[in-house]
């Protein structure tokens, strides 16, 4: 494979891990932090008193459309910054 | 039947019929008949999507969910929407670019072979036929509690619906009729939620005040903990529920129905802002049902939470908007269901009819005959399925249909795409290991062995109701064993290489000119 498809490649696939990973973690930071540290999780909040787990888990909402987000505009630039003829590569 | 509902539920079913009239006209080539033949927009495919994917127990379940048990209540949605992002980030692309019209040809782009693709038909048909059986028999005991209907009659006219639209319109009005519902359901929500939150002068304090005043528990309804006590079991269903939409057969062919991996981005993107959404006003609603009827008094006429949404539809709109909203349940129930029969329908006449046994030499008017008469023999089948199950509790097969997508097809679809060592044998292994581990899981567990009301009368040999944790290891150890000890059948290293760059940045625009017919 022409080294800069391997490039290519390996740019994506740092990338991928990095947001695959941080989003992950920020999902299961949920459930463990439920499971570990209850007490914390269910202390009032500055949000209208309410404990700080439901601001968490509402904040998953907008963290999931963000980091689609970031992925789309990612893959766009790698799809226009393709090293080679994608026909030849294969 | 009060003749609001009635007119509804003909409105719906005369809309989705002329959809499919005008499908079926147009449903003349096997393309068109399995994947629309690409030409859905990304935003057409995202509303498909989350047509397909929000169920009934999504739309009536979380909201009596949440009314019931909080904070708990919510979690449920968190995980079904953050598996969008697995989806995105590690399986939809390279689906894409593999696959024609099922996951057997995905598997078979690296491991071609007349196992393997058995083998994936097996798992796609027996996923979907899992989620669809309790979601038939949901829709008998829903339409009979909206609609006053006959169990027999509901499930009847849900069955006979779902056939027609596939047989006749393919996956063009199953895809229209999923994107009729996501709007009906979407514009019903909201509708509902502006409705619901003007009782409280648009203020969340407000709400948050009744909903203390509505529970018995007052500030201790918002706490954690009303469901989940055991850590494992919670921890376990969260896993499962993150990782089994990259699993899920009936959403993963959707990706086929777009032009290009840029579509397939913006079709994930669309539905993740619907499906979220969503999510969100169901929270609104579960805690306005609280606020506006009472925790006690929603527990008293329904245990279960399932007809929270109705109850509150009726409280604050009258019966029309009680109807629209049995009539949402209704358009979310068929179309659900008829994204199920055509996975199941492409997995047995495009996989195993055309491919094992005509060993693909059919033409294309016998491929298209064949997943028509497949069509109505699943559609059929699992009708008289459901007729017969009305005594016996299924309800939990759709929470295990998470499992067994995230213990069988997930690791297999995930390691063919980025494992160099995997083999066509640690695929068979992974599939086989993560297929029996849930079913095995789920049949000695409590959902089926209990001494009070198990389909067998016995103390559970498995203490899990969510087994994820344990079998979706064993369907990644399956398949890893299996490579390892197969490893002088790898492909050489210039092989994947091939695959991995047609996986990964191959040609995504082939549909433009193949399919344009």
Redesign the interface.
């Known amino acids: 494979?022409e080294e800069k498809?391997r490039a290519?490649?390996r740019k994506?696939k740092r990338l991928?891990i990095l947001?695959?990973s941080v989003?992950?973690l920020f999902?299961?930071l949920?459930?463990?932090s439920?499971?570990f540290i209850?007490d914390v999780?269910?202390r009032p909040s500055f949000f209208?008193?309410?404990?700080w787990?439901?601001l968490y888990?509402?904040l998953?909402?907008?963290?999931?459309?963000v980091?689609?987000?970031i992925?789309?505009a990612f893959?766009?630039k790698m799809?226009r910054t393709?090293p080679v003829n994608?026909?030849d590569?294969? | 039947m009060n003749p609001t509902y009635f007119l509804f539920l003909i409105y719906i079913i005369v809309c989705t019929l002329i959809i499919t009239y005008w499908a079926a006209k147009r449903t003349k080539t096997t393309p068109r008949f399995y994947v629309a033949a690409g030409k859905l927009t990304g935003f057409q495919n995202g509303m498909a999507i989350a047509g397909d994917f929000i169920s009934a127990a999504s739309f009536l379940g979380i909201i009596g969910m949440v009314a019931l048990r909080g904070y708990d209540g919510f979690l449920y949605s968190i995980g079904f929407l953050v598996s969008y992002i697995v989806v995105l980030f590690l399986i939809a692309e390279p689906i894409h670019r593999l696959g024609q019209y099922s996951l057997g040809d995905v598997i078979c782009a690296r491991f071609p072979g007349q196992h393997m693709r058995l083998l994936m038909a097996l798992g796609t048909f027996i996923i979907s036929i899992l989620y669809m059986i309790p979601q038939l028999v949901a829709s008998g005991f829903l339409l009979r509690l909206l609609l006053n209907l006959d169990y027999s009659l509901s499930v009847l006219i849900v069955g006979v619906l779902m056939t027609i639209y596939v047989v006749t319109g393919g996956m063009i009005a199953t895809s229209w009729v999923q994107i009729v519902k996501t709007v009906l359901l979407m514009s019903g929500t909201f509708l509902l939620t502006l409705i619901v939150f003007s009782h409280f002068d648009w203020k969340i304090a407000s709400l948050i005040d009744k909903v203390k005043d509505g529970s018995p528990f007052g500030m201790e309804f918002f706490r954690p903990g009303h469901l989940f006590q055991n850590p494992i079991e919670f921890f376990s269903l969260q896993l499962s529920l993150v990782l089994g939409t990259a699993g899920l057969p009936h959403i993963l062919i959707r990706l086929y129905t777009v032009r290009n991996t840029f579509q397939v981005r913006r079709s994930l993107i669309s539905s993740t802002w619907i499906i979220g959404s969503f999510y969100f006003m169901t929270l609104l609603l579960g805690l306005g049902t609280v606020a506006l009827l009472g925790y006690d008094n929603l527990f008293s006429l329904d245990p279960t939470g399932n007809i929270a949404a109705p109850l509150l539809a009726h409280a604050v709109g009258g019966d029309f908007l009680l109807a629209f909203v049995a009539a949402i349940a209704f358009t979310t129930i068929i179309a659900v269901v008829a994204g199920l029969v055509i996975s199941a329908t492409t997995a047995f006449s495009h996989d195993i009819v055309h491919h094992i046994l005509k060993k693909g030499k059919s033409t294309e008017k016998e491929q298209l005959h064949a997943a028509r008469l497949s069509a109505l023999a699943i559609g059929m089948i699992s009708t008289l399925f459901a007729l017969s199950l009305e005594k016996i509790n299924v309800t939990f097969l759709v929470s295990i249909t998470f499992i067994v997508a995230a213990s069988s097809i997930f690791p297999v679809l995930l390691l063919t795409f980025y494992w160099k060592r995997f083999t066509a044998v640690g695929a068979i292994t992974g599939m086989a290991t993560g297929l029996l581990s849930s079913l095995i899981f789920v049949i000695f567990g409590p959902h089926v062995m209990n001494p009070q009301d198990g389909w067998i009368l016995r103390e559970p040999l498995f203490s899990l109701y969510n087994p994820g944790i344990i079998t979706i290891p064993l369907g990644f150890l399956g398949a890893i064993v299996g490579s390892l000890l197969s490893g002088k059948k790898r492909q050489s290293i210039r092989e994947f290489e091939r695959f991995f760059v047609r996986a990964h940045i191959g040609m995504d625009t082939r549909r433009e000119v193949e399919w344009r017919r």
């Open positions: 494979m498809i290519h490649l994506r991928l947001l695959l989003s992950l999902y299961f949920l459930p463990l439920l499971i209850p999780m269910s209208y008193n309410m404990p787990a439901w888990a509402i998953q909402i907008p963290m999931t459309w980091f689609v987000g992925y789309h893959a766009k799809e393709m994608k026909e590569a294969l």
